[in-house]
Each structure stands twice: as C-alpha cells, then as structure tokens.
C-alpha cells in the first residue's frame, strides 16, 4: 500500500471516514505515517548491530575508518565474542577485497586500553570463536570461505598476531593434501590454492623452504592434470597446444607468482597487498601470539547416492585446469604471473562469484576496486590527481582489469559458465556499462575485436583459434549486450570478412550473433541496424525474411496439397487420432495408386511428414498450441514413430531399422521444412518430442550427425546449431539419469530407515535379550515403488548410454572412418593449418567438427568414462589398428578425455 495516495495505517483513505468515524482515522490508529514507522520499526539485536557495524565499514576511506571501527566495537556492551566472530566471518567470505582491514581490526582489538579489567584481549575472544566458523567450512569442505579465512590467518601472522609455527602448521595440513595418493584434481587444486595464496601473503616471515615444498607439490598436481590441460585451453590447435604467452593455467600462475617473489626474497610483496597493521605500534612487550589449533582437512567425500555397485555412475562433471586470456598488455592489466597480478585476478574473480546475487551491487564494488588497493595501483579516475608519491607505481587500467577478469571467468571450459552465468556476465557487464561508459566502453570494444580476432586463428601469430564452444558463448553475449544498448554496433569493420568462406569462423560468428539478435528482437529491427551489405540474402548474414514456418505442402500447385488440406481440416476441427489415422491410411493407398513410381517406404515418410507438418502448423501460433496439439495426438505421434505397447516398453521395438527411419522422418520434418528458419522452434520442438518419449535422445544425436541444414556448403559436418541439438538431447537423457538415481536414493533410504525402526520395535518388545543369539537375516522384499523405480533408473541409465555410444559413432563416422572425408586427416596437420588462409568451406567444417568431438569428450568425459569399456568394444573396433593420421588424432582425444592410456 502506498502512503503517498492518502491512506491512513488501516487502509482507508484519509478523510473518507472508514468504518464509521467519518474524520478519516479510527480510536487508538495512528497520526501520521512518521508515527506509524516510529511504533512499527523492530530495534536490532546485537548480532544485526554488530554485524552491520563490521560489514558496512568501509564507505569512504577504509584507513581513517579502522580506528572507528575499533571504538565502535568496543562501545557494544555487553561485549559479545560470538557475534563479532560471526560479522567477521560473514565480512571476509563475502568481501574478500576488506580482508587487510580486518586483519588490522583485529590487530587493533588486541591492544590494551585504559582501564581494560579483562585478561583476555577482544580480539583473542574473537580469534577463539572465528577459528570454530573456520572449522565448519573445513567439515563442510567449503573450499573458498576456507581459503579466505587463511587469507585472514596470514595477514594476522604478518601482523605478529598469530603464531608463525602455528600458521605453518596450517600451511602444512594443506600441502599434505596435495601429496595424498588418489585424491582427485578437484580436491587438490583447492587445497593448493589455499596453501599458495597464503604463502605469497604470508612468505616473507616463513621458512623459504616451506614455499619451496609448496610450490612443488603445486607443480606435481599441474603435472597430474598435463593430459587433459591441452582440452581446456581456449586456443585451439590440433597438432599442438599452442604457443605464446597470451594464456596461463591458474597453478602455473600461482607458482609463477611464488617464484616471482621467492627470488627476490618477497621485496615485491609489499606491492600487492595493503597492510594497514603494519603503520601501528608494536605490540606490547611478553604479548603471547595466537597459536591457532592444529587442523586436519577432512577426507574428500564421494556422495554416491545410496545406490547399488552396480549401479554407482558419476553424475557429477570433473574439474579442468582453468586457463585466464590476457586480453591486455601487462602495461594495461597485471601480468598474471607476478603477485600482484595473481592477487588481484584472484579477489576479483572471489567478488563477481560471490555476488551474482546482486550485480548492480557487483558492478559497483568493481568499480571502487582501487579503494582496496594500494595507492597508485590503478590510474585515478578522469578528473582526479594522482596522489603523491604513487609515481613509480604500475598504474593499471581498472576498467579493462575487470573486463578482463570478466571474460576470463567466462571463457572457462568446458562447462563452468553454463547459461545462466553467462546471462549474470551479459548483465554484469551491462551495469558496468552503464555506471562508467566513458571509461568501460573503450575497454568493452577492445575486448570484442579480440575475441574476433581470434575466430580462426590470428593471421600475425601462431597462438592458436578460439575454441568453438567459446565462440559460442561470445556470439551469445555479444547478441545479449547489443538488445541492452540499441543493438548499436560498427558491423562496418566486418564488412570485408564477407569474402571469406561461409564456414569460416567470423563469418559463422556474425551469423550467429544476427540470428540471436533477431530472437531477442524481431527481424525488421535487427534488419535496420546492419550495413546494405549484410542486408543482402547473397551474402548469407541475413534471410530474405523473418524466420517463420515454412508450409512446403501448402503451396500452390504442390502436388500434395489437396492431402495436406485434408489432414490439416481434420487437426483443426481437433478430430480424434484414430480418425486421422484412417485419414492417413487412405492417403497413403490413393499415393500407391496414383503415384507407382513411389516405393511404400517413400509414401510412408510422405505421409508421415504431411501429418507432422499439418500438426506443426496448428501448434505454430503460440507455445501452448504446441504443447496442445502434441498431447491431443500423442496416439498418433507413437505410430508414426513405430512405437507399440506402454510409454516406457517402445524402447524394444523402437530398436528396428524401420522405426529408426519413422523417427528421422519425422525429425526431418521439423527442421527441413516447417521451422527451416528457426533454429530456436526446432529445438523445442524436439525437446517436447522427446519429453513425450515420441524419440529417444539417441534418435535425436544420430540424426544431428548425419543431417547438413546448410545446403549452400553440402558438406555434412558439426556445426554450433547442429551442437545445440546434441547437446540437448544428451542433456536429457543424463538429467534422466540423475533424477531416477535420486528417486532410487531416497526410496531406498525411506525403506532402510522403515525397516529399522520395525526391528527395533520387535527388539524392545522382549523382555529378555538373548545375546547369543544370531540375528534374523532381512528377508523382505523391497517395495512397489523402489522396484519401480529401478527399472526406471535402468532404462533411462539404458538410453543415457545409447546416446553417448550414438555420439561417439556419430563423430566417428565423420572424422576416423573410412567414408570420412580427405580434409579430416589434413587439418589436423601444422602445414595445413599454417596455410589455413587457402582453406576451403569442407576445410573449415572439418575444423569445427573437430573442435566439437573435442568438446564432447571434456563436457561429457564423466559420463563418457561411465561406459569407455562398452564404447570402446563397439565403436573403437571399427578402428582396428589404423595408422591414418586422423584415427591417431581420434584416438588421442578420446584417450586425454577420458583418462586412458594415450
């Protein structure tokens, strides 16, 4: 309710009386809104008084405001060492860039005051009760509120608050993680990182020999990782990782950072870390440090489920080498190499993480980033003097430091920025926008024509092409910041790239960022926002028209098109699916008899594709036409599918080549004739096909594999529309997967827990216990449902792996066969790729195709590992012993995928 339209705190408007009173206010209501607020408002308890007193330090000069800070605590009486644990720790997890000024707060809360009674400082009292937070995140295994609470650990040993042996200790629990036998690269390179930063934090005052056994044991888990760091890069060569330092993997950084600073004996420290503590006065004389307790990380757990042996598959993804681009020279941005560089990539990348909550928020604290740092680590901003003495410092450029932290993030692979990170990026980066656009903007556009630069390789440099699925995210950005801003862009610049082939990689970006564009649009807009040149339908960046279903049926003079009227009459009417079937029946015997030349397997794809697009086109106008028209005519959908019996016992059937054919006709029918146009259309149309089990995923990944949609090239491959296809459908079918393993889990779990609290009912129901006795084996049958649900959970684990085997066959058909095409084993080769100027559309498609078999083996290499020795048996064998250059190429990125032997 809005007070500003008159209406009093009982809801009646003012002076209309309400309720009788007839002056617009009742006995005992209140005066006025101030009234009103003054007797409703809840005071703070102490917690939220102190919590919001720690965690809004800060807003103008954090310096000044420590001591204030300080009195501020100390004036909270009673005094209490839980709640100001709690705000300090709630303060460090979710604002990293303060953790220097904590740390100075609680050296401050260490010093004695006047008139102090107690023997115990606040600030042991607060250690005491932070260390037991510290401790749940480590039960928790909560990797990155661990590492900043040893962030704070380290700055409070550099300010002699904590004891050092005692810190090292901990530096110690954590390295010792790293040289545990079987842990995983996901364990270790979190307990790494915690083990690093706090070595570069905290060096100075250790033994060098501890940073030197950190550092290699740091190496040793990179090295652990070195056959699958070549997948992840966003650089993409296949003869060779490539080369230049426009790339770094986070480890090598952290360890490039340590020696960095080990070899000038940690001078350079003091340049990436503000240290407030350091400016006050020593500690007072027999003051006793704080020996933190010794800790142990707990043992990684693997959460199974609950299920059988037998039936124990990894749901969850692995975890990568993660590599960072620099999209900027180090006199633009830190070099991520040195300490400083490490640091800052690291607190920045902790903040937009921990605030995808907020990011008008988020872009706010990025921007006021330099207010954490040392003076003269970045430029002021226009307008402002630099302040004195800050003339030999680095000077960076805040903005593109951000923009480059941004799309680090979001260039990670093969999986960690999933579709909704990458719409928190797209918005991120918009707030950004629109908070400075002076100063973000030229950062924004240079970081575009990077990324650009890098679609198929840069023609000055041998640094490799960016990765295809990252091509992917960026055109998706791209076409999401340009609906936030007009869809204002200098296409202009790319206007020569038109005369390259049409499927090379800037040709197929501007393609695909003008059709995301015209989704997020509509196509007369977009139309006007390009260059005459890319209006023009020969240059193949534009259609003709907006996208839309195409009636092929309804044509004039279409041969077929009295039977589709027909068909198309019945559906309108919504007549029933057995009186479309008769219809369909007699269509297909008056094409026999008029049409001999057809076989009766061509009139029965006709047929099929005249009743699916006749259903398509009374689902066409709206989402919930579809969904209806589907439902309605699910009987006639399974036997044009060829499917018999139940929902779930067509998988048997639906095995025969005849059936298979009924499927890809129908999937034919979708994407070649009625939703051609639309890319988006087909993918939900084939996503309620298989949700109503008409197709199977395998059906749909074996189609995507074989189907060109570009005839302008002809030249059958994978391409990024063809990809959202496959990617959906094995998204399905491993969503199934996990779902029936959690239905399975819990059943199972519901059945234990009934089944003991039935034996102890029978137990506690003697008189006497008999411990000699043997106890009774558990004869019970499990229940309805948890039988139920494991079949489910076998027939979809079924259909997950025919899916995968579909995948693996798919591509290898297309690259390692002996049908494959000559370019599969040129491309692959270092003199092609230097002469990659000269390649042809088939060059480039074999390229990309490539690119994804790459792709599907590290996002998928978990569920890929599930079944290596069923797909190995099936698909591999075809392969024999090939020595072709392109089998090899094959085999290889199967093998560093999915942990085989190379």
């Known amino acids: 309710m809005s007070w500003d339209r008159g209406y009093d705190s009982f809801g009646y408007r003012a002076g209309t009386g309400g309720g009788g009173s007839g002056r617009g206010r009742r006995r005992g209501g209140y005066h006025n809104r101030d009234d009103y607020h003054r007797r409703e408002a809840i005071p703070e308890s102490p917690a939220e008084k102190m919590r919001n007193i720690v965690v809004k330090f800060g807003e103008a000069d954090p310096v000044e405001e420590l001591p204030k800070l300080e009195t501020s605590v100390r004036e909270q009486t009673p005094f209490n060492a839980t709640n100001l644990a709690d705000a300090v720790k709630i303060a460090v997890t979710e604002q990293p860039y303060k953790i220097p000024f904590y740390a100075s707060l609680v050296r401050l809360l260490h010093n004695p005051t006047s008139g102090e009674t107690e023997t115990v400082s606040l600030g042991r009292q607060l250690l005491d009760e932070f260390f037991k937070g510290f401790q749940s995140f480590l039960d928790k295994q909560s990797w990155r509120d661990i590492r900043l609470c040893v962030q704070l650990y380290a700055h409070l040993t550099m300010a002699g608050v904590i004891d050092v042996p005692s810190f090292a200790s901990l530096v110690g629990a954590f390295t010792s993680v790293l040289e545990e036998i079987g842990a995983s690269y996901a364990r270790a390179k979190e307990a790494a990182l915690c083990a690093g930063e706090a070595i570069l934090i905290a060096g100075s005052i250790l033994d060098v020999s501890l940073a030197q056994q950190v550092c290699s044991a740091i190496r040793v888990v990179a090295e652990s990782a070195a056959s699958t760091t070549s997948f992840s890069q966003p650089l993409t060569t296949l003869h060779e990782s490539p080369s230049g330092d426009t790339t770094v993997e986070t480890l090598d950084s952290l360890c490039a950072a340590l020696d960095s600073v080990v070899a000038v004996s940690w001078s350079s420290d003091s340049e990436a870390f503000p240290r407030p503590y350091q400016e006050y006065s020593p500690l007072p004389e027999g003051f006793m440090p704080y020996e933190l307790p010794n800790v142990l990380v707990p043992p990684e757990v693997v959460d199974v489920g609950g299920l059988a042996d037998d039936q124990k598959k990894v749901t969850k993804k692995d975890t990568w080498p993660e590599w960072s681009l620099q999209i900027f020279p180090d006199t633009v941005t830190p070099d991520l190499r040195t300490i400083a560089g490490y640091t ?28 954490w740092t040392i003076a003269g680590t970045f430029r002021p901003k226009p307008g402002t003097p630099a302040k004195e003495g800050t003339e030999d410092r680095p000077g960076w450029q805040l903005e593109n430091t951000v923009m480059e932290t941004i799309f680090d993030m979001l260039t990670v692979l093969p999986y960690a920025a999933r579709q909704l ?68 862009w200098v296409w202009k610049e790319w206007i020569d790239d038109l005369s390259l082939p049409r499927a090379h990689p800037k040709r197929l970006f501007i393609n695909r ?43 004039p003079g279409h041969p077929h098109a009295d039977s589709y009227k027909n068909i198309y009459n019945l559906f309108k009417t919504k007549a029933s699916a057995d009186d479309v079937l008769t219809q369909l029946e007699a269509t297909k015997q008056n094409l026999l ?78 994407i070649t004739f009625w939703w051609k146009a639309n890319t988006q259309m087909v993918g939900i149309v084939f996503d309620k096909l298989m949700q109503y089990q008409i197709v199977e995923p395998a059906d749909i990944v074996s189609f995507a594999l074989t189907f060109s949609p570009d005839e302008s090239i002809g030249t059958v491959g994978m391409d990024v529309k063809k990809w959202d296809l496959l990617e959906a459908a094995l998204d399905k079918a491993t969503g199934r997967v996990v779902t029936a393993k959690t239905k399975v889990a819990t059943l199972r779990k519901e059945e234990d827990e009934k089944q003991a609290v039935e034996k102890a009912k029978l137990e506690t129901g003697n008189d006497e216990m008999d411990v000699d006795a043997v106890p009774a084996e558990d004869t019970s049958e499990p229940s309805t449902a948890l039988t139920t649900a494991t079949k489910a959970l076998t027939s979809v684990s079924r259909d997950e792996r025919n899916a995968l085997m579909a995948s693996v066959e798919g591509f290898l058909n297309l690259l390692a066969s002996k049908s494959k095409s000559p370019s599969t084993s040129q491309v692959i080769t270092e003199a092609s790729w230097a002469d990659r100027a000269q390649w042809s559309d088939e060059d480039w498609i074999t390229w990309e195709t490539w690119g994804w078999w790459r792709h599907l083996c590290r996002a998928y290499s978990a569920h890929l590992r599930s079944y290596a020795v069923t797909i190995e048996a099936v698909a591999f064998a075809k392969l024999e012993s090939s020595v072709d250059p392109a089998v090899v190429h094959f085999k290889q990125v199967w093998n560093g995928a999915t942990g085989q032997s190379v």
């Open 344 to 371: 800052i990539r690291s607190c920045l990348t902790d903040t937009i993480h921990i605030f995808e909550v907020n990011r008008k928020d988020c872009a706010r604290i990025l921007l006021e980033f330099d207010r």
């Open 593 to 670: 008899d008029s049409s001999p030349d057809l076989t009766v397997h061509q009139v029965d794809d006709l047929v099929a594709s005249i009743a699916v697009q006749s259903l398509l086109s009374i689902g066409s106008r709206s989402f919930s036409h579809l969904l209806n028209a589907i439902e309605r005519y699910l009987p006639l959908l399974r036997s044009l599918a060829g499917i018999t019996g139940s929902s779930r016992d067509h998988s048997v059937s639906a095995a025969s080549e005849s059936n298979q054919s009924k499927k890809r006709c129908i999937l034919s029918s979708v």
């Open 513 to 555: 960022a003008v059709e995301l564009e015209i989704r997020l649009a509509y196509f007369e807009r977009i139309q006007k926002s390009l260059p005459s040149e890319m209006q023009d339908p020969e240059n193949g960046v534009l259609p003709s028209e907006a996208p839309g279903p195409g009636a092929v049926f309804d044509e």
């Open 421 to 488: 990170k990458n719409v928190y990026y797209a918005a991120l980066i918009a707030e950004l926008c629109k908070l400075s656009p002076s100063t973000t903007g030229p950062a924004l556009g240079k970081s575009i024509r990077y990324f650009y630069s890098l679609l198929g390789g840069p023609e000055d440099a041998d640094t490799g092409a960016l990765d295809v699925e990252l091509a992917r995210r960026i055109a998706e950005w791209f076409a999401m910041h340009m609906s936030n801003f007009n869809f204002q």
